[in-house]
């Protein structure tokens, strides 16, 4: 059975310094790979997905990851944060569903980023 | 264009009322889904409809009630809910294989 374990529940982190949010998983199979933000008091939005290809992806707004097969992990960094990016984090998993026409996604706890100036 | 819309925003209901929340999209995805979020935990899925079939209820008390009317809608049905089925409720949608995309919510307060 699939899992995520994001290690961090909160990372504090003062503005304009860099930051990583831990994503390990665990799969038998190949997997796609995500990261989603909420905002307070809103929905999910993709930040990034790993679905194959370069195992380094970026998003628009200067967070990228890193899809890690050997170590199973889809770290989240940024080199530099605005208190604009103070949000809940959750990592995803699923095996694709072709025969079903669905993904089961499996998300983490979530990762509290309080970013401070 | 990758929204998904929820109705209401904001819903109270007390115990013994019917409600529905709605879900509309207008990507073409042919699965879509609901999930519930308690507070300060990830979401929960509860049901998948797949080519407006249901394919997935993840043991769901029957007071929720999931229907998917056509490829582009979907809703669920509410009935004589509990003070701990207040919580966020979440609709996505996907193509085949591909990624969710998520409605802003429906902040659901049972009274």
């Known amino acids: 059975a699939q899992s995520v374990t994001q290690l961090d529940s909160q990372v504090p982190v003062f503005e304009e310094a860099p930051v990583e949010l831990r994503c390990n998983y665990s799969?038998?199979?190949?997997?796609?790979l995500f990261w989603y933000v909420q905002y307070p008091n809103q929905g999910l939005q993709l930040l990034l997905k790993?679905?194959?290809?370069?195992?380094l992806v970026e998003s628009i707004n200067g967070f990228e990851a890193e899809f890690n097969k050997s170590q199973t992990s889809f770290h989240l960094r940024k080199p530099s944060v605005h208190i604009s990016d103070t949000a809940e984090y959750f990592c995803a998993v699923t095996e694709p569903h072709y025969s079903g026409g669905y993904n089961k996604l499996i998300f983490g706890a979530g990762t509290r980023l309080a970013v401070h100036p | 264009d990758t929204e998904v819309t929820q109705t209401p925003k904001h819903l109270v209901m007390g115990m013994t009322n019917k409600k529905s929340l709605k879900c509309e999209q207008h990507?073409?995805?042919?699965?879509m889904y609901w999930y519930k979020q308690k507070a300060k935990k990830p979401p929960e899925l509860m049901f998948v409809?797949?080519?407006?079939?249901?394919?997935i209820n993840e043991s769901v008390p029957s007071r929720f009630s999931p229907e998917c009317p056509n490829s582009s809608l979907l809703n669920l049905h509410l009935h004589a809910l509990q003070p701990e089925d207040s919580a966020l409720y979440l609709c996505a949608s996907s193509q085949e294989g591909g990624v969710l995309y998520f409605g802003p919510g429906t902040r659901l307060t049972v009274t």
């Open positions: 990507m073409g995805h042919r699965a």
């Open positions: 409809y797949s080519y407006e079939k249901l394919s």
């Open positions: 799969s038998s199979v190949s997997v796609y």
């Open positions: 790993y679905l194959s290809g370069s195992t």
